[in-house]
């Protein structure tokens, strides 16, 4: 009877580390596929569409001005998102919204503070002076 109960104790032990095992399996899994789902989300190359001033911010040297850009969908709407990245290429004149074909890359292990994604300009498509009024 007591060789049962250590057999039982035995494949307890056994099958918490299993458990155990598959989580972390798991949690890997998910982990490496959520990366790739990231990676296969930024696209190669795309429109950017910048307005024709930045706005203040915090970003990841401190207290900065940011673009505020169009992408995708937002092109040619009155909603506008901030970014943080530097748009490297791209000589900013304030006073015109530009239209860029733009290479985005993911950065592979980016300092702690830096942004994990490099935008690059291939072509200036537009560059227009902007309306005095608003956009």
Known sequence: MKKT????????????????????????????????????VIPKKT??????????CTGYEGQT??????????????KWKMTYEYISGFNYEPGYIYNLRVQKKKVKNPPMDAP??????????SKEKADPKGD
């Open 65 to 78: 001005d940011c673009f505020q850009i169009q992408e995708g969908d937002l092109i040619g709407t009155d």
């Open 5 to 40: 109960h250590q057999l039982t104790n035995k494949t307890r032990g056994m099958l918490s580390c299993f458990v155990v095992l598959c989580a972390l399996l798991l949690t890997a899994d998910c982990k490496a596929q959520s990366t790739e789902t990231r990676q296969q």
């Open 116 to 125: 994990d994604i490099n935008i690059t300009v291939i072509e200036i498509l």
């Open 47 to 56: 429109n950017l569409r910048v307005k024709e001033n930045k706005i203040p």
